[in-house]
């Protein structure tokens, strides 16, 4: 809950843009700011979500000391969920925005239902619990898919170019930093100190990765003026 609460305190600043923009008629500026946020809303949470995921059975145990079967997957997992969740929250306000709701409602709501009968289904044939969790990450990508289709019949909002100025950024984000991160955790020693370094360089990584291989130039060139900006005021 605190790492949907940080992304959607992001996203709060950014979805009047996307609404006034869809307004104006000003639909290239209005997709580039959904695809925008869609991307800076996963990176900010992966730079939370990632060095928890890492070091989760050390940070279990330090907080409870005998955690239970399955505690550190659970997290592991559910955090995957809020990352990949994150990305729906700009779609639906593009869909608030054109107010074209009811079938993007009916459909995306319907899709995301799966998640209990496929559940119930593997759970039966014997899959250990995280499965639910497996499966809530696999039915929210495909949930996303789909109402960006149904959104594509509405306005000009392709799916392939959602996929490509999205999902692929996305996609060699967080496979380069969670290799990085992981490999790295292999190594960090189990005590506060190492975990707090640990924690430092984990999300140095993903900053570097975020802006060397999540952004486009004209977004490298505004994060560059915000950090000058930043140090001028120092």
């Not at 289904?121 to 899959?127: A, E, K, Q, R, V």
């Not at 109402?147 to 000009?156: A, H, R």
């Amino acid at each position: 809950q605190a790492v949907n609460n940080f992304s959607v305190n992001f996203f709060t600043a950014v979805r009047p843009q996307i609404v006034k923009s869809f307004a104006a008629k000003d639909y290239d500026y209005f997709n580039k700011l959904v695809y925008g946020s869609c991307r800076f809303s996963f990176y900010l949470t992966w730079m939370v979500c990632l060095p928890i995921m890492a070091k989760a059975d050390y940070i279990l145990q330090l907080w409870l000391g005998n955690p239970p079967d399955y505690a550190s997957q659970f997290v592991i997992w559910s955090l995957l969920f809020s990352a990949i969740n994150v990305l729906t929250n700009p779609v639906w306000c593009a869909a608030q925005a054109s107010g074209k709701i009811a079938k993007f409602i009916m459909i995306g709501s319907s899709v995301f239902l799966l998640v209990f009968p496929i559940s119930w289904i593997l759970l039966s044939f014997g899959f250990d619990p995280t499965i639910v969790f497996q499966v809530m990450c696999v039915v929210r990508v495909a949930y996303l898919i789909t109402i960006t289709m149904v959104l594509g019949e509405y306005i000009d909002f392709p799916l392939k170019r959602f996929l490509k100025n999205v999902a692929i950024p996305v996609l060699k984000v967080g496979g380069a930093s969670a290799l990085m991160v992981f490999y790295m955790s292999r190594y960090a020693p189990d005590n506060i100190p190492g975990l707090l370094v640990f924690i430092v360089l984990a999300l140095f990584f993903t900053m570097f990765f975020s802006y060397a291989i999540g952004m486009n130039p004209k977004e490298r060139e505004m994060v560059k003026g915000k950090v000058r900006s930043i140090l001028g005021r120092l």
